[in-house]
């Protein structure tokens, strides 16, 4: 199992790029799922990690499932 510590730039990296390409800003993705653009960007940068309701609503927001944020990315090779 990873470790949280661990999981924190998988799910930024995740966060980051489900957001960019879905053609949402950090604002918008923020106030869709109710929390500020600056935590928004803690959570990209890897400098917080959100509860586990906000994960859920991230991955709700984005399209995915919870696990999706979690994971790392496919190789698309």
């Known amino acids: 199992m990873i470790a ?4 924190r730039p998988i799910l930024a ?7 960019r390409e879905r053609g949402m800003t950090q604002v918008q ?3 869709k ?3 500020s653009e600056q935590m928004l ?3 990209e940068k890897a400098k917080s990690s959100p509860g586990v309701e906000l ?3 991230l ?3 984005l399209g995915v ?8 990315p496919l190789d698309k090779s």
């Open 41 to 43: 960007n803690r959570i």
């Open 59 to 61: 991955a709700d927001a």
């Open 65 to 72: 499932s919870a696990d999706n944020l979690r994971q790392l």
């Open 4 to 7: 949280q510590d661990d999981l």
């Open 29 to 31: 993705l923020a106030e």
């Open 13 to 19: 990296a995740n966060v980051a790029r489900l957001r």
């Open 33 to 35: 799922v109710g929390i």
């Open 55 to 57: 994960l859920f609503s």
